[in-house]
């Protein structure tokens, strides 16, 4: 046990991250239709923002803002701009075209500050929780925090309020919503406004969790789009649930001898796992 709790507590923060970017996937998919295969990419964008303000001596309140604030500009963008042209096409086509949006951003990071890994310095860095002879910094504490209120907070506003009643109706059927006087403009842009805000903070976390690095960040979309899938694309709590357990079960991999260097394999098996479960239920049904 003492051998492998350092490895579930370091999974506890990555798989905070997961779990984040999850519900980020599944709030924006229940309201449009469309899972973000550029939610990573966009993360990268706004951490490596942050990462050149507190280069030159910025502050840590200014950092923050910024990357929220560019990913969520870069997010209503495309959710402004190109989306509304593939609104009436198959889920599939509207989920892939953001695919080609996720390798625009890539190259344009890596042309804009290289692909060399650094690291993101947080305050939270410096102390945390002592489990037993672990240290649990306030980072990851702040990871797990953010997962657990941002899915309690996504999960009222799409039970409890007329704006989540819509982003539900949109999501079900995006022309009966508009001729029922649906604002269809209006809820979708609420909906890739929070999806880029999402993207802000997971890419500032996991700039620091694991590192800062254009291709890295990108890909974070796999593990919080295996988490998505556990959750089939609905229950918010699943979510979270499965991108803790990703993470966890990531770091722990490493112990095991031959698997370690197969362990970021871990959400395609966790995916596919889910895909057969599902399938096999639903053919039982």
Same mark, same amino acid.
């Given at each position: 046990?003492? &051998? *492998?709790?350092? +490895?579930?507590? @370091? /999974?506890?923060?990555?798989? #905070?991250?997961? !779990?984040?970017?999850? $519900? %980020? &996937? *599944?709030?924006? +998919?229940?309201? @449009? /239709?469309?899972?973000?295969? #550029?939610?990573? !990419?966009?993360?990268? $964008? %706004?951490?490596?923002?942050?990462?050149?303000?507190?280069?030159?001596?910025?502050?840590?309140?200014? !950092?923050?803002?910024?990357?929220?604030?560019?990913?969520?500009?870069?997010?209503?963008?495309?959710?402004?701009?190109?989306?509304?042209?593939?609104?009436?096409?198959?889920?599939?086509?509207?989920?892939?075209?953001?695919?080609?949006?996720?390798?625009?951003?890539?190259?344009?990071?890596?042309?804009?500050?290289?692909?060399?890994?650094?690291?993101?310095?947080?305050?939270?860095?410096?102390?945390?929780?002592?489990?037993?002879?672990?240290?649990?910094?306030?980072?990851?504490?702040?990871?797990?925090?953010?997962?657990?209120?941002?899915?309690?907070?996504?999960?009222?506003?799409?039970?409890?309020?007329?704006?989540?009643?819509?982003?539900?109706?949109?999501?079900?059927?995006?022309?009966?919503?508009?001729?029922?006087?649906?604002?269809?403009?209006?809820?979708?842009?609420?909906?890739?406004?929070?999806?880029?805000?999402?993207?802000?903070?997971?890419?500032?976390?996991?700039?620091?969790?694991?590192?800062?690095?254009?291709?890295?960040?990108?890909?974070?979309?796999?593990?919080?789009?295996?988490?998505?899938?556990?959750?089939?694309?609905?229950?918010?709590?699943?979510?979270?649930?499965?991108?803790?357990?990703?993470?966890?079960?990531?770091?722990?991999?490493?112990?095991?001898?031959?698997?370690?260097?197969?362990?970021?394999?871990?959400?395609?098996?966790?995916?596919?796992?889910?895909?057969?479960?599902?399938?096999?239920?639903?053919?039982?049904?």
């Amino acid at each position: 046990m003492d &051998l *492998v709790l350092p +490895f579930v507590v @370091s /999974g506890l923060g990555i798989g #905070a991250v997961y !779990a984040l970017s999850g $519900v %980020g &996937l *599944v709030v924006l +998919f229940r309201a @449009s /239709g469309v899972l973000n295969f #550029a939610f990573g !990419a966009i993360g990268a $964008v %706004g951490a490596h923002v942050a990462w050149s303000i507190l280069q030159d001596e910025g502050s840590q309140a200014a !950092a923050w803002g910024a990357a929220i604030a560019v990913s969520t500009v870069i997010s209503l963008a495309y959710g402004r701009l190109l989306a509304p042209r593939l609104s009436q096409r198959e889920v599939t086509i509207r989920s892939i075209a953001t695919l080609g949006l996720a390798l625009m951003l890539m190259g344009l990071t890596e042309w804009g500050w290289g692909e060399g890994p650094r690291r993101l310095v947080l305050p939270t860095d410096a102390d945390g929780l002592e489990l037993g002879d672990v240290r649990l910094t306030w980072t990851r504490v702040l990871g797990l925090a953010a997962a657990v209120t941002m899915m309690a907070a996504v999960g009222a506003l799409l039970a409890r309020t007329r704006v989540g009643l819509r982003m539900r109706a949109l999501a079900d059927d995006r022309g009966l919503s508009a001729v029922l006087g649906v604002d269809v403009i209006g809820v979708d842009t609420l909906a890739w406004m929070l999806s880029g805000a999402f993207a802000g903070v997971c890419g500032m976390l996991l700039a620091n969790i694991v590192r800062l690095q254009p291709t890295l960040l990108t890909f974070l979309v796999i593990p919080a789009f295996a988490a998505a899938i556990v959750g089939r694309l609905q229950s918010l709590p699943v979510t979270v649930a499965a991108g803790v357990l990703i993470g966890v079960l990531e770091a722990v991999a490493i112990l095991l001898p031959g698997v370690a260097p197969l362990r970021t394999a871990v959400p395609f098996l966790v995916a596919l796992g889910a895909i057969l479960f599902f399938r096999n239920t639903t053919r039982k049904a």
